[in-house]
């Protein structure tokens, strides 16, 4: 028999991950040869850095999740040949385990994909295992041998995060922006209602994507910083105009919602691993028209991010709420979630091996309901990526697409002329 050890009860903000049974998949696409036992040794080293990842969830008398790890060796790395006519799903079960890592391999492509539970990681952690798990490779291939770091504690919840820098609730949560918008207007039927039939395991949610070229891409970019506004910014401002015209360009407001990582705002910071989904929340009710430019919607949003930050208001925010990943919150229109994951840093690879593309999945014990967009930009390519199980996604992330594209050309116009 193994011994088991619990490590921590869930937090109220890891909780509502555990409750859709929600693992994120993080995949990089590499050119050259990988040595897949090196890679398998690479991995046994991350677990043995990170105890955590090698453990599970169980869930205690009172309804409540806890972490447990014990004794027993993870699985280990899931080999697929992408000749294979239909690779089987991973079977994601969190009181089993709470990490994946499938690699596919091809004549001479390899997609390695770390699946991580979101309750123990958010994207930037999880982007940081993979930089370490890639390290560690890239020591043994070239060197023969591996120098691991020191053993890491489990991540701290976003409230131990907060409760040690003093910071406590207020009286705002920030949803207070969308109460204008509540039960007030006569609303279409929602895309996202969610299905009474819950699946027997987590499914991955549908995703289509776009990506621009390098030369838009530096368009958009040089236009944000010409006018003193972040990219997330503009990108928020241009899938929230793509929304509207989706929405038949009614006069009925787009509720807007996106994560704000806490890990550069917080005193003392904190470091990548260090905590599970270190973030807050930041609202936005985007009131637009036909008459509405994006440059001053995206300076709008800002403004209220600013005002919101300064206040203390996003620090705090998920102390009153959890967001709603399945459904719509009855009475409001469609709330938009995006995720913006900024610029994507080059991971240390052998000389013969290179990091050539990136992509993101979601995977949730829920049949629908899920919307949620994702952007990033990889190589100087700005990527969108939108998982959904709504109708017609790629008339969506086309209508984005296009926003972006007429962006980028005016930009490129202006600066000409």
């Given at each position: 028999?193994?011994?088991?050890?619990?490590?921590?009860?869930?937090?109220?903000?890891?909780?509502?991950?555990?409750?859709?049974?929600?693992?994120?998949?993080?995949?990089?696409?590499?050119?050259?040869?990988?040595?897949?036992?090196?890679?398998?040794?690479?991995?046994?080293?991350?677990?043995?850095?990170?105890?955590?990842?090698?453990?599970?969830?169980?869930?205690?008398?009172?309804?409540?999740?806890?972490i447990?790890?014990d004794?027993?060796?993870?699985?280990?790395?899931i080999?697929?040949?992408?000749?294979?006519?239909?690779?089987?799903?991973?079977?994601?079960?969190?009181?089993?385990?709470?990490?994946?890592?499938?690699?596919?391999?091809?004549d001479?492509?390899?997609?390695?994909?770390?699946?991580?539970?979101h309750?123990?990681?958010?994207?930037?952690?999880?982007?940081?295992?993979?930089?370490?798990?890639?390290?560690?490779?890239?020591?043994?291939?070239?060197?023969?041998d591996?120098?691991?770091?020191?053993?890491?504690?489990?991540?701290?919840?976003?409230?131990?995060?907060?409760?040690?820098?003093?910071i406590?609730?207020?009286?705002?949560?920030?949803?207070?922006?969308?109460?204008?918008?509540?039960?007030?207007?006569?609303?279409?039927?929602?895309?996202?209602?969610?299905?009474?039939?819950?699946?027997?395991?987590?499914i991955?949610?549908?995703?289509?994507?776009?990506?621009?070229?390098?030369e838009?891409?530096?368009?958009?970019?040089?236009?944000?910083?010409?006018?003193?506004?972040?990219?997330?910014?503009?990108?928020?401002?241009?899938?929230?105009?793509?929304?509207?015209?989706l929405?038949?360009?009614?006069a009925?407001?787009?509720?807007?919602?996106?994560?704000?990582?806490?890990?550069?705002?917080?005193?003392?910071?904190?470091?990548?691993?260090?905590?599970t989904?270190?973030?807050?929340?930041?609202?936005?009710?985007?009131?637009?028209?036909?008459?509405?430019?994006?440059?001053?919607?995206?300076?709008?949003?800002?403004?209220?991010?600013?005002?919101?930050?300064?206040?203390?208001?996003?620090?705090?925010?998920?102390?009153?709420?959890?967001?709603?990943?399945?459904?719509?919150?009855?009475?409001?229109?469609?709330?938009?979630?995006?995720?913006?994951?900024?610029i994507?840093?080059?991971?240390?690879?052998?000389?013969?091996?290179?990091?050539?593309?990136?992509?993101?999945?979601?995977?949730?014990?829920?049949?629908?309901g899920?919307?949620?967009?994702?952007?990033?930009?990889?190589?100087?390519?700005?990527?969108?990526?939108?998982?959904?199980?709504?109708?017609?996604p790629?008339?969506?992330?086309?209508?984005?697409?296009?926003?972006?594209?007429?962006?980028?050309?005016?930009?490129?116009?202006?600066?000409?002329?």
């Amino acid at each position: 028999m193994s011994s088991a050890s619990t490590i921590r009860k869930l937090a109220k903000s890891e909780e509502m991950f555990a409750a859709t049974h929600n693992f994120v998949g993080l995949g990089a696409h590499l050119s050259g040869p990988l040595d897949v036992d090196a890679l398998a040794d690479a991995f046994d080293t991350l677990l043995d850095v990170h105890p955590v990842l090698g453990g599970h969830l169980e869930q205690t008398e009172d309804g409540r999740w806890e972490i447990v790890v014990d004794d027993l060796m993870h699985p280990g790395i899931i080999v697929v040949d992408n000749s294979d006519t239909e690779i089987t799903p991973i079977h994601f079960d969190q009181t089993e385990t709470l990490v994946h890592l499938r690699v596919i391999v091809g004549d001479d492509t390899v997609q390695a994909t770390l699946y991580v539970h979101h309750a123990l990681a958010d994207g930037h952690h999880q982007f940081s295992l993979i930089e370490e798990l890639f390290s560690y490779y890239t020591d043994l291939v070239t060197t023969g041998d591996i120098r691991p770091g020191k053993i890491e504690p489990a991540p701290a919840s976003l409230e131990t995060v907060l409760s040690e820098r003093g910071i406590t609730k207020l009286a705002r949560s920030g949803l207070e922006r969308f109460m204008p918008a509540l039960f007030a207007y006569d609303l279409p039927p929602s895309r996202r209602s969610a299905s009474a039939e819950r699946p027997p395991a987590p499914i991955r949610v549908p995703m289509a994507w776009c990506q621009l070229s390098a030369e838009h891409t530096a368009a958009i970019t040089a236009y944000a910083r010409n006018h003193k506004i972040s990219l997330n910014g503009v990108l928020s401002a241009a899938i929230l105009m793509a929304e509207w015209r989706l929405r038949g360009e009614r006069a009925i407001p787009v509720p807007y919602i996106y994560p704000v990582d806490l890990r550069y705002i917080l005193s003392p910071p904190v470091t990548a691993t260090a905590a599970t989904n270190p973030v807050g929340v930041g609202t936005f009710l985007a009131e637009i028209d036909r008459s509405t430019d994006v440059l001053k919607l995206a300076q709008a949003i800002a403004d209220a991010y600013r005002t919101d930050l300064d206040e203390g208001v996003i620090a705090q925010s998920l102390l009153h709420f959890t967001p709603q990943y399945d459904g719509n919150p009855p009475g409001l229109p469609d709330v938009v979630m995006m995720t913006d994951n900024g610029i994507i840093p080059p991971m240390r690879t052998p000389s013969d091996i290179e990091l050539v593309a990136v992509h993101g999945e979601l995977h949730f014990q829920v049949a629908g309901g899920i919307e949620m967009y994702t952007s990033k930009i990889f190589a100087g390519q700005l990527m969108v990526e939108y998982h959904t199980h709504g109708p017609e996604p790629e008339r969506s992330i086309a209508a984005v697409e296009q926003l972006l594209i007429e962006l980028a050309d005016a930009a490129v116009a202006s600066s000409v002329g």
